[in-house]
């Protein structure tokens, strides 16, 4: 196995990504963030496919200078069959599907969402996998899901958004701000100067697993709106407490789920992953859990919570292993199901 490199492949959304993997060890992970996007406000699926045709073929070559090895060396290719973007995930599935019949070696489609979860098994010195079984929650831009991960590849959906992502909750709320896109992460900046009881916004009401968003972006709008009608300088003077009130808000809404899964499930072992993990009010409400309920707690290192191909590649590995490989007739698959 000491002789087992993967190289993994992710082109779902806007990051085009390539990285290499060694025994759960990451040799290397390269990542062009597409900036083309920001202009817009949002991801522009045309311009994305775009982007990863340009970025694909250096993104290898410069995962392969760094992890030091040669095309040859590599054992096999993973990369993103879904969920995603239908033109990107073209671009990734077509280059591996070349590389591998180039090189003759086995070809490995990698479920995104999985890979969200199973990036918890990228060696690491700060942090130890979590135990099966385990509740993953994976919250980013595109995604907010409850798994309960029974095994590498047994895993079930427990509860889902109805509407938007977390991700998404943040990123609007900061664009009625009039902050810039990607706007969570200024949410959390400001947020963190800020009182989070100053405005209380309400939790939308659904099932006990499921998550709803598009009802906080509504409040948020209404609230925006009628303050600073009478006061236009309204956001100015308060954007710490606006931010640190809607982030509180989401955390909290967060927490609640995951309390009402432990309760279901009986597991406390708690592993999130996705671009809204970075968020500091959720990383501290998630260390505070550990003390106040006895849960165990994963996150996992930034670089892997964010769409990366180093979580493909740990896939790749953990499939290679089991002889899961794909057939070269693969298709890509915009949703799709674990
Ligand atoms: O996983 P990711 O990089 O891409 C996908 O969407 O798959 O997640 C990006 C999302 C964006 O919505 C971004 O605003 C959010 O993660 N995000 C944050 C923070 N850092 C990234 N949201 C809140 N607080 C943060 N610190
Ligand atoms: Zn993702």
């Given amino acids: 196995d000491k002789n087992i490199y993967i190289l993994g492949i992710e082109s779902s959304c806007d990051d085009t990504a390539a990285a290499v993997i060694n025994n759960g060890v990451v040799l290397s992970n390269v990542v062009a963030t597409q900036k083309i996007h920001e202009a817009y406000g949002g991801v522009v699926p045309e311009l994305a496919s775009r982007a990863h045709q340009q970025n694909i073929v250096p993104v290898v070559h410069e995962a392969l200078r760094k992890a030091n090895i040669d095309k040859k060396d590599v054992s096999a290719i993973a990369f993103t069959q879904g969920p995603g973007l239908m033109g990107s ?31 918890h098994f990228i060696k690491t010195e700060e942090q130890a996998a979590p135990n099966f079984p385990f509740l993953a929650l994976t919250i980013s831009g595109g995604h907010t899901q409850l798994v309960k991960v029974t095994d590498y590849f047994e895993m079930e959906i427990i509860g889902e958004t109805l509407d938007d992502a977390v991700g998404e909750a943040f990123d609007k709320s900061a664009k009625i701000l009039g902050l810039p896109y990607p706007g969570g992460p200024l949410i959390d900046k400001y947020a963190q100067l800020g009182d989070p009881d100053r405005f209380p916004f309400p939790k939308p009401k659904v099932g006990p697993l499921e998550f709803s968003f598009s009802g906080l972006k509504t409040s948020v709008l209404y609230f925006i709106e009628r303050e600073t009608g009478a006061d236009p300088e ?43 993990s970075a968020n500091s009010g959720i990383r501290k409400a998630l260390n505070d859990a550990e003390k106040s309920y006895g849960w165990k707690t994963y996150i996992p290192k930034f670089e892997y919570c964010t769409d990366n191909a180093a979580m493909i590649a740990m896939v790749g590995e953990l499939k290679y292993k089991q002889q899961m490989f794909s057939s070269p007739d693969i298709v890509s698959q915009a949703r799709m199901k674990f």
């Fill in 89 to 119: 995930l073209l671009v990734g599935a077509s280059f591996s599907k070349s590389f591998a019949l180039g090189l003759n070696i086995p070809l490995i489609g990698v479920n995104h969402m999985q890979a969200h979860i199973l990036a």
């Fill in 234 to 276: 309204f956001i100015e003077k308060n954007r710490n407490d606006i931010c640190a009130s809607i982030q509180a808000t989401i955390v909290d809404y967060l927490m609640d789920k995951l309390k009402n899964a432990v309760k279901k499930t009986g597991i406390k072992e708690i592993a999130i992953g996705g671009g809204v």
